[in-house]
T-cell receptor, first 114, second 114 residues
Framework: AQSVTQLGSHVSVSEGALVLLRCNYS??????LFWYVQYPNQGLQLLLKYTSAATLVKGINGFEAEFKKSETSFHLTKPSAHMSDAAEYFC????????????FGAGTRLFVKA | DGGITQSPKYLFRKEGQNVTLSCEQNLNHDAMYWYRQDPGQGLRLIYY???????QKGDIAEGYSVSREKKESFPLTVTSAQKNPTAFYLC?????????????FGPGTRLTVL
């Protein structure tokens, strides 16, 4: 069965500092992995997606994530945080087992201090 | 512009009332989904529809009902049987029913029970 664990419900960084949001997954077959961002009182939008091509995936707004099969991880990073990055971030996993479901993590809220 | 619209943005329900949340998409997507979001719990799947005139229960379907009479529309009814309906509700769609696609989300409806 699929599952996703996001380590840390809240992460706080200073503006200009490295952003690192952690995600570990469980899947019985090669997964598709997603990071979504949600701004307050809005829907989710896709940041980036891993689909078994390159293990380092670049997304919007300067974010990237690296798929590490040996660690079953898909951590999200950004070299330099901006105030506008403050939001909630969700990691999600989906796999091609004939079903349709995408499983979402519990989310990590990112705070950016001036 | 293509996208998903949800209405209303805010909804207040009295005890014992049924309320219906609207979800419309003009992306020509086959599959549509309803999620419930509570703080710290991520997104939980309520119902999904792979195609018109077909829908399936998700993980937390009790107290909810849906219909899918048109490809563009997937309304969710929160019935009086749902004991704790206060939450943020998100509608999403994907081009087809396979779980590997990016999900496109609406802006959400915040439901509060008075």
């Amino acid at each position: 069965a699929q599952s996703v664990t996001q380590l840390g419900s809240h992460v706080s960084v200073s503006e200009g500092a490295l952003v690192l949001l952690r995600c570990n997954y469980s899947s019985s077959v090669p997964p598709y992995l997603f990071w979504y961002v949600q701004y307050p009182n809005q829907g989710l939008q896709l940041l980036l997606k891993y689909t078994s091509a390159a293990t380092l995936v670049k997304g919007i707004n300067g974010f990237e994530a690296e798929f590490k099969k040996s660690e079953t991880s898909f951590h999200l990073t950004k070299p330099s945080a901006h105030m506008s990055d403050a939001a909630e971030y969700f990691c999600a996993v989906s796999d091609d087992t004939g079903g349709f479901k995408t499983i979402f993590g519990a989310g990590t809220r990112l705070f950016v201090k001036a | 512009d293509g996208g998903i619209t949800q209405s209303p943005k805010y909804l207040f329900r009295k005890e014992g009332q049924n309320v219906t949340l609207s979800c419309e998409q003009n992306l020509n997507h086959d599959a549509m989904y309803w999620y419930r979001q509570d703080p710290g719990q991520g997104l939980r799947l309520i119902y999904y529809s792979q195609i018109v005139n077909d829908f399936q229960k998700g993980d937390i379907a009790e107290g909810y009902s849906v219909s899918r009479e048109k490809k563009e529309s997937f309304p969710l009814t929160v019935t009086s049987a749902q004991k704790n309906p206060t939450a943020f509700y998100l509608c999403a769609s994907t081009p087809n029913w396979r779980g590997l696609d990016t999900q496109y989300f609406g802006p959400g409806t915040r439901l509060t029970v008075l």
